[in-house]
């Protein structure tokens, strides 16, 4: 049993075909596959998705992207609202991204406190997205009171010393199809961390990992980031796949799979 704790299933990506990927992913025993929102809009879709299939899970999120101003009020009432529906195991994906030159950081620091804050006030695990903003994550993790919050760093892109930090705080790290590229500095933190710290996921559409590279990516590739982990570890990949569904039942507080 594989899991894919990030796949945007929902995007437009996949209206051509979804029921095909969904087949595909089946047969190649995906058990759980969590669909993340970015703003309000895609966290419905991700809910009305979940609704469909028991596998799938969503989350209310606010990706960084979203952030480029302040964000009104409205928004979060509307997310909040989003949060408390059937299916929701996560409030993500959210956090910092200091990647493209246009980016806000006041106001992403703002959105990114405001939805902690929700997921804290319903107890919900947090889908952290950070991308060139390690200190100011860390930071804000600290000042938002992180001994209350749980959850996980999704497609981790950081160093060793970074995975302890998070860790540190009680967060897991996911890691995404970029594992299987060759210049990938992600062995060295799969082999530094226990299995208990360690998720899978596509992030699909995006980052196809090896043999799939340049592609659409989708679910069924989950596989392939499993295997990579459970050879890096030196694991039969059913040992590997199991701890890490393990992991995912018990961060998203989920039925066992
Ligand atoms: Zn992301
Ligand atoms: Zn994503």
């Known amino acids: 049993m594989f899991v894919d704790i990030h796949c945007h299933l929902s995007f437009p990506e996949f209206d ?16 759980l596959l969590i669909d993340p929102g970015t ?14 299939f028991e596998f799938i899970y969503a989350n209310v999120g606010l990706h960084p992207h979203e952030a480029k101003t302040p964000v009104s009020e409205s928004v979060f009432e509307e997310l909040a609202q989003l949060a408390q529906l059937r299916k929701v195991v996560a409030i993500g994906e959210i956090g910092l991204d200091y990647h493209y030159p246009d980016y806000n950081p006041s106001a992403q620091q703002a959105a990114c406190r405001e939805m902690l804050r929700l997921a804290r006030s319903l107890d919900l695990p947090v889908v ?21 919050l749980r959850g996980v760093m999704h497609c981790f892109s950081g160093d060793m ?6 860790i540190r705080k009680g967060f897991k790290l996911s890691i995404p199809g970029t594992v299987t590229y060759k210049r990938s500095l992600l062995p060295e933190v799969i082999r ?5 710290d360690l998720l899978t996921e596509t992030d699909a559409p995006y980052l196809a990992p090896v043999p799939h590279r ?14 990579a982990i459970a050879s890096i570890r030196e694991l039969p990949l059913d040992v590997a796949a199991a701890g890490i569904a393990r992991n995912a039942v018990e961060l998203f507080r989920l039925p066992a799979l």
């Not at 051509?16 to 058990?31: A, F, G, N, T, Y």
């Not at 703003?39 to 469909?52: F, G, M, P, Q, Y």
């Not at 010393?161 to 998070?166: H, P, Q």
């Open 128 to 148: 952290i997205h950070c991308r060139d903003a390690w200190e100011d994550m860390l930071h804000l993790l600290s000042e938002e009171n992180h001994s209350a």
């Open 39 to 52: 703003d309000v809009a895609t966290s419905r879709k991700s809910i009305e998705l979940a609704l469909r």
């Open 192 to 196: 530094g961390v226990s299995l208990d």
């Open 161 to 166: 010393e970074i995975a302890n930090a998070c």
């Open 214 to 227: 340049g592609k659409r990516n989708e679910p069924a590739y989950v596989r392939n980031v499993t295997e």
């Open 16 to 31: 051509q075909d979804r029921p095909e990927v969904i087949e595909r992913l089946q047969k190649s025993m995906i058990s």
